[in-house]
């Protein structure tokens, strides 16, 4: 038996104990385990990475959950008591997709998967670099189209999402058939973040998703005529926190270049934080909260144990509502962010408070 012979039987085998074990359902109440077929106006898009913080989502918005932690029925059981639907991640090398048998036997696994767990659809991942006019350019391609005719075949209802940069110009070599990718799909959740992967000009900290940047890349996502209610705003709810090679008198912090898919510079010079982890550091920070009036986002310096200055970009309600109010003008489908489970969920009144803000503003100013 060939090694792909070997492979494709081994793959079966799963998923014939995956199939087996989907009449059990982990509810207390056993239509908790149907599929949400409700499609809502405004997608407020979930990213989930585990834990239970869950359990305080703001559920009056959500109506999408993907699950990129550990497989939680709970988590499926509560979503789908509030009409939320429960999606899979959905990654792989994309060299092996080429293969029509490999591409085919991936769905088919995925398919089975959210059956067993009685997921409502799949959140595809991929954010590898891509040479256009490739066999990977066509296979992702294909990939898309034929996830979606499957799970829309085999759980009626169900939502396909496709991830993809904040902007479609080829982004960290990202070069993908977003047309074709958009058409098929359910909707595309833009990844309006790590706009500081690629640094070309000064190798200096820098906002994470600064305002105009990021609706430019809206708008040349709507100049390729794909639909706006297939376009999802993502959001991040966490900053990076910058040691500072050089810091200037005029408070520019200078960064250790670190290149990133043929740039000089990027983002990885710093360390991703959360928004809980951050509005804890800048009570104790050197500047307090400052403003960047030209990226229109909010920074704050600070002294390690070391005496080395760090400089901390993030996003807060006043740098997410103008996104939140484009969402609107621009006729988006809808909005989300990366992730829901790093605001600080304590009974602690001003984190309460902090968490209420952040929430809210999804909706609007």
């Given at each position: 038996m060939s090694?792909?012979?070997?492979?494709?039987?081994?793959l079966w085998s799963v998923i014939l104990v995956l199939v087996c074990r989907?009449?059990?359902?982990?509810?207390?109440?056993?239509?908790?385990?149907?599929?949400?077929w409700e499609e809502r106006d405004f997608e407020v898009f979930v990213f989930d990475v585990g834990g239970k913080t869950w359990k305080s989502y703001n559920w009056s918005m959500v109506t999408t959950v993907a699950t990129f932690g550990k497989y939680d029925a709970d988590l499926m059981c509560y979503a789908h008591s509030k009409g939320a639907r429960v999606v899979l991640k959905g990654d792989v090398h994309l060299p092996y997709i080429v293969d029509q048998d490999n591409r085919t036997a991936w769905i088919t696994e995925k398919v089975n998967l959210a059956k067993s767990q009685f997921m409502d659809g799949i959140n595809i991942d991929i954010e590898q670099a891509v040479n256009k006019s490739s066999p990977v350019y066509y296979a992702l391609t294909d990939l898309v189209k034929e996830t979606t005719e499957a799970?829309?075949?085999?759980?009626?209802?169900?939502?396909v999402s496709f991830d993809?940069?904040?902007?479609?110009?080829?982004?960290?070599?990202?070069?993908y058939d977003y047309v074709a990718i958009a058409e098929s799909c359910d909707l595309l959740f833009v990844m309006s973040y790590d706009e500081q992967s690629q640094i070309m000009g000064d190798c200096i900290a820098m906002a994470n998703a600064p305002l105009s940047q990021t609706l430019e890349g809206y708008d040349?996502?709507?100049s390729l005529k794909i639909d706006p209610k297939k376009l999802v705003m993502g959001v991040p709810w966490y900053g990076y926190d910058y040691q500072c090679l050089n810091f200037t008198q005029e408070g520019v912090c200078?960064?250790?270049?670190?290149?990133?898919?043929?740039?000089?510079?990027?983002?990885a010079a710093g360390k991703q934080k959360t928004y809980k982890w951050m509005m804890k550091q800048i009570n104790s920070s050197m500047s307090g909260r400052l403003w960047d009036d030209k990226q229109k986002a909010p920074y704050f310096n600070y002294k390690d144990q070391t005496g080395q200055i760090h400089q901390v970009w993030y996003d807060d309600p006043q740098s997410i509502c103008p996104k939140a109010e484009a969402v609107k003008s621009k006729g988006l489908r809808g909005i989300g962010m990366w992730n829901g489970n790093i605001l600080d969920y304590s009974d602690e009144p001003v984190a309460k408070q902090q968490?209420?803000?952040?929430?809210?503003?999804l909706l609007g100013c």
């Open positions: 090694i792909k012979s070997c492979f494709l039987l081994c989907a009449a059990v359902c982990p509810c207390e109440r056993p239509e908790l385990c149907q599929q949400i799970f829309h075949r085999e759980i009626p209802g169900s939502q993809v940069a904040w902007s479609p110009n080829d982004i960290d070599h990202r070069c040349q996502f709507l200078f960064l250790t270049k670190v290149p990133f898919r043929g740039a000089p510079c990027s983002d968490t209420a803000m952040m929430w809210n503003v």
